[in-house]
């Protein structure tokens, strides 16, 4: 398109002169804008240089890149801050763009799958799977999972602590369940199983070593932070996290364990073997089961022992909990062997207290024969420890103490007579009647004898019998029983 040398000179006089864009030219002048390029083209101002801009930062790029290359993944805020210790003086946002495009890819691992031998390794390793609602709290419940890394073979319980006592019995019942152990055993590194570690060197803890010599299994840990060195084990917690957890109910240790154990041997065996898919794990762990190592003929000790101190009050205190001994062992140390389901109290070789193991929080176990042969030595605490076992069975009945220590009245006695209640009715019945008591505003003592008597006669609902088919319904008419005596005449 040809164009007067007026229409040129205007271009110009806009592109040069107003600063307008090529664009706005050519469409406010109606001209197509391959005229408007050639008009300023030749005119127009050169090119702007490619190559990089001077930069406040450019003396630091080095320090900034050989920092990067040994700690990949440091934020660009404390680069600033150990840049601007030696002199730099621009802003972050220019570090952060230097940053952004020099910081080093990270490196991907390549992994490498290695299949063990038949009764070479277990694979150890705890999972938190919830909570258990306790007497005085919760307590975090976890799963025990130990995998034959050969045939694939789960052996869980549920467990609601992570020491070094619990690992033991743990790996005890494993041992049994499966027959025999493999000859090596693959754990972490938490405290409860590595007691100390220095690069690679590492220390287990003594009961572990114990359980071990008298297995003959090698111990092995992780790489610190390496939880695929255990893949299998970590492959199986997830299996049973999406397979057996969700969904499912746990109200006590007993029940999720027997659920725990019925899952393991009906499903988990019968699932297909990841690596010799023609064959079930069950079947492979079959094969596995004669290359594990036998078992001792001697019962394995899981107990753990240690020493307590008892209080003045012929208490010892043990997880979160405590437990009466006899009065002649208050204020000595004790030696102190428990297991998941008890409790035993030594004081040099005698059995001092017995009692079955709370794995609630903040509660008192107190065996009667304690409390009977205290009170015979103290004969002033017998009002005491009254009132602890009725608070104990019984909490309602602190509100109930109170109103009568508010109206004056003896509450020794009070106690006393309502501890026979409570021998006589039990601990459910006497809390209904407190429980009534207080909602009509009454803390009479005859008033509660006669709720706990009517709590107890109270008509209880009549459950339908239902009889088999195989039972004839048949009317029974009685007859004469003199019969009998003369007979016997």
């Known amino acids: 398109m040809t164009i007067d040398r007026q ?22 002048l109606g001209l197509h804008h391959d005229v408007v390029d050639r008009v300023v083209g030749p005119h127009g101002p050169s090119p702007k240089d490619g190559g990089p801009r001077p930069s406040v930062l450019d003396a630091y790029q080095g320090f900034v890149l050989s920092t990067l290359d040994l700690h990949p993944t440091l934020v660009a805020t404390r680069l600033y801050d150990m ?77 609601l602590e992570q020491t ?89 240790i007993e029940s999720g364990n027997a659920a725990l154990l019925h899952f393991l041997e009906t499903v ?30 001697a019962t394995i000790p899981t107990e753990l022992v240690t020493s307590v101190p008892a209080d003045k009050t012929a208490f010892v205190s043990f997880d979160g909990n405590r437990y009466s001994v006899l009065p002649e062992a208050a204020d000595r140390t004790l030696r102190l062997v428990a297991t998941d389901v008890e409790v035993r109290l030594l004081d040099e070789g005698r059995v001092v207290g017995q009692h079955a193991r709370s794995w609630a929080k903040g509660q008192v176990i107190e065996a009667s024969e304690h409390r009977a042969a205290l009170l015979a030595i103290k004969a002033g605490a017998r009002d005491g420890k009254r009132r602890d076992r009725l608070r104990a069975e019984v909490p309602q009945v602190e509100a109930l103490m109170r109103l009568w220590l508010a109206d004056g009245r003896n509450v020794g006695s009070l106690v006393a007579r309502t501890t ?15 429980e009534d008591l207080l909602k009509k505003g009454s803390h009479d003592y005859g008033a509660l004898a006669i709720l706990c008597e009517q709590s107890r006669a109270r008509p209880r609902p009549v459950l339908p019998i239902e009889l088999g088919p195989h039972v004839v319904d048949r009317d029974v008419i009685p007859h004469d029983l003199g019969s009998y005596d003369d007979d016997r005449e």
Not at 118 to 144: D, M, N, T
Not at 268 to 297: N, S, Y
């Open 7 to 28: 229409t040129e000179a205007e271009i110009r006089r806009l592109y040069f002169s107003e600063h307008w864009k090529k664009g706005t030219i050519a469409e406010q």
């Open 83 to 159: 840049i601007v210790e030696r002199g730099y003086t621009g802003s972050i946002r220019t570090l952060r763009r230097f940053v952004l495009l020099n910081r080093p890819a990270p490196r991907h691992e390549v992994y490498l799958r290695i299949e063990t031998l038949a009764g070479e390794q277990s694979q150890i390793e705890w999972a938190h799977v919830g909570k258990l609602r306790v007497a005085g709290g919760v307590r975090p419940l976890y799963c025990f999972v130990l995998l034959l890394r050969y045939s694939r073979a789960i052996w869980a319980e549920l467990v």
């Open 164 to 252: 070094t006592a619990s690992l033991v019995r743990s790996l005890v019942r494993a041992a049994e369940y499966f027959g025999g152990v493999t000859h090596e055993w693959l754990f972490d590194n938490p405290k409860s199983i590595v007691a100390a570690r220095e690069g690679s060197a590492l220390r287990f803890q003594t009961e572990l070593i114990e359980l071990a010599s008298q297995l003959h299994v090698a111990l092995r840990a992780c790489r610190v932070r390496k939880p695929t060195d255990k893949g299998g084990v970590e492959r199986a917690i997830r299996y049973l996290k999406t397979r057996f957890f969700p969904a499912r109910t746990i109200p006590s």
């Open 268 to 297: 988990a065996m019968q699932r297909r073997h990841p690596t010799q898919k023609d064959r079930t794990v069950g079947e492979v762990f079959a094969e596995e089961k004669a290359r594990l190592l036998p078992l001792p003929g």
């Open 420 to 434: 026979k209640l409570l021998d006589l009715y039990g601990a459910r019945v006497l809390a209904v009647a407190v």
